[in-house]
């Protein structure tokens, strides 16, 4: 059974970064078969997509144009995790972010597991 | 980006009702639709993937189907654990999109 285990602050200064991270189990940041995202859920704005990274031979990461200027989504392959960083936050960012898996395994499957959500707040 | 225009925003029902939820794409997405559940307070959960395929677990009530752009999801016997939000997702084209969500609400 796979599980995603968000960790990070819940408050964060304008102008400043936001940094999260998502532990797996169960699975393996590096699976060939797997991709790892981050979406954040906001009354305004909805469910929005912010990016991916995933192994596929080497590292791929794709981002959402709206975000990409300021976003780094990367690995960690020693801690079997992988982490957000948004740059610049804006009270605009203040979101619940959730980190979740998407599979590629003789069918596609889009994020079939999900951390549990973390309420980040951009505010002085 | 792709929009996907989810209807309706809000819908009442009774137990037992049968209850339908469409998706437009503002292009062909073929068949790269999920369909989601959430309930206040946790994260959503997939139900349908690939427009009409149901994952593993969840009840053969829900289905899923598409006809050119346009994607519904029907729950032929609402439950009570059925009262949620419901979102789409279109997973063809970067950035990956979702709709507005509908909230099933009981009447």
């Known amino acids: 059974q796979v599980q995603l285990q968000q960790s990070g602050p819940g408050l964060v200064k304008p102008s400043q970064t936001l940094s999260l991270t998502c532990g797996i189990s169960?699975?393996?940041?590096?699976?060939?078969?797997?991709?790892w995202n981050w979406i954040r859920q906001s009354p305004s704005r909805g469910l929005e997509w912010l990016g991916r990274t995933h192994y596929r031979s080497r590292w791929y990461n794709d981002y959402a144009p709206s975000v990409k200027s300021r976003v780094i989504i990367s690995p960690d392959t020693s801690k079997n995790q992988f982490s957000l960083q948004l740059n610049s936050v804006t009270p605009e960012d203040t979101a619940v972010y959730y980190c979740?898996?998407?599979?590629?395994?003789?069918?596609?499957?889009?994020?079939?597991?999900w951390g549990q959500g973390t309420l980040v707040t951009v505010s002085s | 980006a792709i929009q996907m225009t989810q209807s309706p925003s809000s819908l009442s029902a009774s137990v037992g009702d049968r209850v339908t939820i469409t998706c437009r794409a503002s292009?062909?997405?073929?068949?790269?639709l999920g369909w989601y559940q959430q309930k206040p307070g946790k994260a959503p959960e997939l139900l349908i993937y690939?427009?009409?395929s149901l994952q593993s677990g969840v009840p053969s009530r829900f289905s899923g189907s598409r006809s050119g752009t346009y994607f519904t999801l029907t729950i032929t016997s609402l439950q009570p654990e059925d009262f949620a939000t419901y979102f789409c997702?279109?997973?063809?084209?970067?950035?990956?999109?979702f709709g507005q969500g509908t909230k099933v609400e009981i009447k």
């Open positions: 690939a427009a009409s």
């Open positions: 292009q062909d997405i073929r068949n790269n």
């Open positions: 979740a898996r998407d599979q590629d395994v003789s069918i596609w499957t889009p994020f079939d597991y």
């Open positions: 169960g699975d393996s940041v590096s699976s060939n078969t797997a991709g």
């Open positions: 997702l279109q997973d063809n084209t970067y950035p990956w999109t």
